[in-house]
C-alpha cells in the first residue's frame, strides 16, 4: 500500500497534467550580479497590475552599507510601464541576498508574501540570533502566509501557489500564466539543482518538489532566481523550459531516480561553503525585509553567530 504521501504526491502530479495553462503574461528580469539574482517583474498587460518576486536590497558586508540600486532600477521599470503592483512575492527565505521587499512597498505598495512554512525558519533562525520574544516567529512581519495550492490574480492573470520545500522548508512557485516561478528549487540544466544542507533542508523532498514541477507541459517557461554561468558559459541565463530540464539537466533528468538524486546532491552539499551573505540575509529576510530596529546609540546592527572550531 502506497503511504498517504505518496499518494497525495500522485495526486497532485495527476492534477498537473491535466490542468490547462492560461494566457501569457508580461515579464520583465532584471539580474544582479552581485548577488547572482534576477528579479522579475510580471504583469497583466490589459490591466497593468503588477507583482515583484525575489527582488534585491544591496549590501556590501566589508563597510556594513545598505543601498538600492538594485530596488531602484525595478522602480524605475515599474514607473516607465506604468505599472500598479499589487504582489511583492517571496519565493523563501533567500540566505545569500537581503530582500528588497520592504523598501519597494514603501515606494510601490504592494503585499508580501511567502509560504506559511515561514514559521519553521523564523523558529530556527529566531533562536539562532537570539531575537527574544519581540521577534514574532508567526509570520506576521509577512502581509500574507501562503498554503499550497493557493490562487491570487494580479489584474486578469491567474496565479497558483506550489509548495515545493527541499532547498528550505518554506519554498513556494508561483503559476503564473503559461510560466512558472521557481526560486531556487532548480537551476539552468548546465548547473543543476538547489543545495538541501541548510535547517529543514532535504534532498528527497527536494526531488519530489521538482518533478511536481516537472510533470507540467515540456513547453512551460520555468522562471529562476539565480544562475552563476557554470563551465565557462559566457551569459547568465534565467529562463528554461520544462521540456529542456527533464532532457539535460544535470541532477536531475528524466531517468534519473530518487536515491540517485539523494545521493548526488548530498555528496555536492558536503563541499558546498556557507554562503557569503547568509547571516545578513537570514537577520533581514525573515523579517520580511525589516531591517533590525536601532539600538539605544541610534545605529542598526546585524548579528554574526560565532562558532569556535
Same mark, same amino acid.
Given at each position: 500500500?502506497?503511504?498517504?504521501?505518496?499518494?497525495?504526491?500522485?495526486?497532485?502530479? /495527476?492534477?498537473?497534467?491535466?490542468?490547462?495553462?492560461?494566457?501569457?503574461?508580461?515579464?520583465?528580469?532584471?539580474?544582479? /550580479?552581485?548577488?547572482?539574482?534576477?528579479?522579475?517583474?510580471?504583469?497583466? #498587460?490589459?490591466?497593468?497590475?503588477?507583482?515583484?518576486?525575489?527582488?534585491?536590497?544591496?549590501?556590501?558586508?566589508?563597510?556594513g552599507r545598505i543601498s538600492t540600486e538594485s530596488a531602484e532600477?525595478?522602480?524605475?521599470? &515599474?514607473?516607465? /510601464?506604468?505599472?500598479?503592483?499589487?504582489?511583492? +512575492?517571496?519565493?523563501?527565505?533567500?540566505?545569500?541576498?537581503?530582500?528588497?521587499?520592504?523598501?519597494?512597498?514603501?515606494?510601490?505598495?504592494?503585499?508580501?508574501?511567502?509560504?506559511?512554512?515561514?514559521? #519553521?525558519?523564523?523558529?530556527?533562525?529566531?533562536?539562532?540570533? *537570539?531575537?527574544?520574544?519581540?521577534?514574532?516567529?508567526?509570520?506576521?512581519?509577512?502581509?500574507? +502566509?501562503?498554503?499550497?495550492?493557493?490562487?491570487?490574480?494580479?489584474?486578469?492573470? *491567474?496565479?497558483?501557489?506550489?509548495?515545493?520545500?527541499?532547498?528550505?522548508?518554506?519554498?513556494?512557485?508561483?503559476?503564473?500564466?503559461?510560466?512558472?516561478?521557481?526560486?531556487?528549487?532548480?537551476?539552468?540544466?548546465?548547473?543543476?539543482?538547489?543545495?538541501?544542507?541548510?535547517?529543514?533542508?532535504?534532498?528527497?523532498?527536494?526531488?519530489?518538489?521538482?518533478?511536481?514541477?516537472?510533470?507540467?507541459?515540456?513547453?512551460?517557461?520555468?522562471?529562476?532566481?539565480?544562475d552563476y554561468k557554470p563551465d565557462g558559459r559566457d551569459d547568465? #541565463?534565467?529562463?528554461?523550459?520544462?521540456? /529542456?530540464?527533464?532532457?539535460?539537466?544535470?541532477?536531475?533528468?528524466?531517468? &534519473?531516480?530518487?536515491?540517485?538524486?539523494?545521493?548526488?546532491?548530498?555528496?555536492?552539499?558536503?563541499?558546498?561553503?556557507?554562503?557569503?551573505?547568509?547571516?545578513?540575509? +537570514?537577520?533581514?529576510n525573515m523579517r520580511a525585509g525589516r531591517l533590525p530596529e536601532?539600538?539605544?546609540?541610534?545605529? #542598526?546592527?546585524?548579528?554574526?553567530?560565532?562558532?569556535?572550531?
Amino acid at each position: 500500500m502506497e503511504h498517504a504521501a505518496d499518494a497525495n504526491f500522485l495526486t497532485a502530479l /495527476e492534477q498537473v497534467r491535466t490542468t490547462p495553462i492560461p494566457c501569457a503574461p508580461e515579464i520583465r528580469t532584471l539580474f544582479d /550580479e552581485a548577488t547572482n539574482t534576477a528579479t522579475h517583474v510580471v504583469w497583466h #498587460r490589459g490591466t497593468r497590475r503588477a507583482a515583484i518576486i525575489d527582488s534585491v536590497l544591496d549590501y556590501d558586508p566589508a563597510s556594513g552599507r545598505i543601498s538600492t540600486e538594485s530596488a531602484e532600477r525595478v522602480v524605475d521599470l &515599474v514607473r516607465t /510601464e506604468a505599472l500598479t503592483v499589487d504582489w511583492l +512575492l517571496e519565493t523563501h527565505v533567500h540566505a545569500d541576498h537581503l530582500t528588497g521587499a520592504k523598501h519597494l512597498q514603501k515606494i510601490l505598495g504592494g503585499a508580501i508574501c511567502i509560504s506559511r512554512s515561514v514559521v #519553521r525558519v523564523q523558529s530556527v533562525f529566531g533562536d539562532l540570533f *537570539n531575537a527574544g520574544v519581540t521577534f514574532l516567529r508567526d509570520g506576521s512581519a509577512f502581509d500574507r +502566509l501562503f498554503d499550497d495550492g493557493d490562487r491570487f490574480s494580479i489584474g486578469g492573470l *491567474n496565479a497558483t501557489v506550489l509548495h515545493v520545500p527541499g532547498h528550505t522548508p518554506a519554498d513556494i512557485a508561483y503559476v503564473i500564466g503559461d510560466a512558472i516561478f521557481v526560486g531556487d528549487t532548480i537551476f539552468m540544466p548546465d548547473w543543476g539543482t538547489a543545495r538541501t544542507d541548510f535547517p529543514g533542508g532535504d534532498a528527497r523532498t527536494l526531488y519530489r518538489s521538482i518533478r511536481r514541477l516537472l510533470a507540467y507541459p515540456e513547453e512551460t517557461i520555468l522562471y529562476l532566481c539565480h544562475d552563476y554561468k557554470p563551465d565557462g558559459r559566457d551569459d547568465y #541565463r534565467w529562463r528554461t523550459t520544462v521540456g /529542456e530540464e527533464r532532457r539535460t539537466n544535470i541532477h536531475v533528468h528524466d531517468g &534519473v531516480d530518487e536515491d540517485s538524486f539523494v545521493a548526488v546532491r548530498s555528496a555536492r552539499d558536503a563541499t558546498l561553503p556557507v554562503p557569503r551573505l547568509f547571516f545578513p540575509s +537570514l537577520h533581514v529576510n525573515m523579517r520580511a525585509g525589516r531591517l533590525p530596529e536601532p539600538e539605544d546609540n541610534g545605529r #542598526r546592527y546585524l548579528k554574526i553567530p560565532i562558532a569556535l572550531a
